[in-house]
T-cell receptor, first 108, second 112 residues
Framework: KNEVEQSPQNLTAQEGEFITINCSYSVGISALHWLQQHPGGGIVSLFMLSSGKKKHGRLIATINIQEKHSSLHITASHPRDSAVYICAVPYNTDKLIFGTGTRLQVFP | EAQVTQNPRYLITVTGKKLTVTCSQNMNHEYMSWYRQDPGLGLRQIYYSMNVEVTDKGDVPEGYKVSRKEKRNFPLILESPSPNQTSLYFC???????????FGPGTRLTVL
């Protein structure tokens, strides 16, 4: 069993739809990262959160430390949101365990 | 512009021919890491460094070496590449006390 699991693996949506991507982990952590990998391959850090909720534009990330679960929501999705979304959890000073990613495609 | 650069971006080589992938950051970050990304396996950490001359193994260090002689540079060395090292490689850095990682653009390596 993977220590960090994401669902779904693939997701398609129509422009404007509300998107939810889930991340569950089995290791004990105090924080979680959400990353975005563009179709060209580049990776950008979206959020790091240790409790509650964070919002950046149309992106909202929530985490429940007790349930070891985090969600990434995209409101009013747009084709430019098409990317792979990856969650990662730290388990040492600079060690990260990554989920295998959720590939999102948003069609106009 | 704050960035992490990697070179080369694409490389096709043959088994056993030593190669180095360079990584450089201009943000004075203490922490640097190397990852490989493979289909179905996601990103996996190869090596990381907490400062100059301080490096440690990640989850998949076999077949790789690193060095950190200068704060800005963290090269990845494959002494004798093999086909199972064909992958997409990312370098990343972050500052002490922060959690945001800055990733390089990636290096796609093919070992024949």
């Amino acid at each position: 069993k993977n220590e960090v699991e994401q669902s779904p693996q693939n997701l398609t949506a129509q422009e404007g739809e509300f998107i939810t991507i889930n991340c569950s982990y089995s290791v004990g952590i105090s924080a979680l990262h959400w990353l975005q990998q563009h179709p060209g391959g580049g990776i950008v850090s979206l959020f790091m959160l240790s409790s509650g909720k964070k919002k950046h534009g149309r992106l909202i990330a929530t985490i429940n430390i007790q349930e070891k679960h985090s969600s990434l929501h995209i409101t009013a999705s747009h084709p430019r949101d098409s990317a792979v979304y990856i969650c990662a959890v730290p388990y040492n000073t600079d060690k990260l365990i990554f989920g295998t990613g959720t590939r999102l495609q948003v069609f106009p | 512009e704050a960035q992490v650069t990697q070179n080369p971006r694409y490389l096709i080589t043959v088994t056993g021919k030593k190669l180095t992938v360079t990584c450089s950051q201009n943000m004075n970050h203490e922490y640097m890491s190397w990852y490989r990304q493979d289909p179905g396996l996601g990103l996996r950490q190869i090596y990381y460094s907490m400062n100059v001359e301080v490096t440690d193994k990640g989850d998949v260090p076999e077949g790789y070496k690193v060095s950190r002689k200068e704060k800005r540079n963290f090269p990845l060395i494959l002494e004798s590449p093999s086909p199972n090292q064909t992958s997409l490689y990312f370098c990343a850095s972050r500052n002490r006390g922060t959690d945001t990682q800055y990733f390089g653009p990636g290096t796609r390596l093919t070992v024949l």
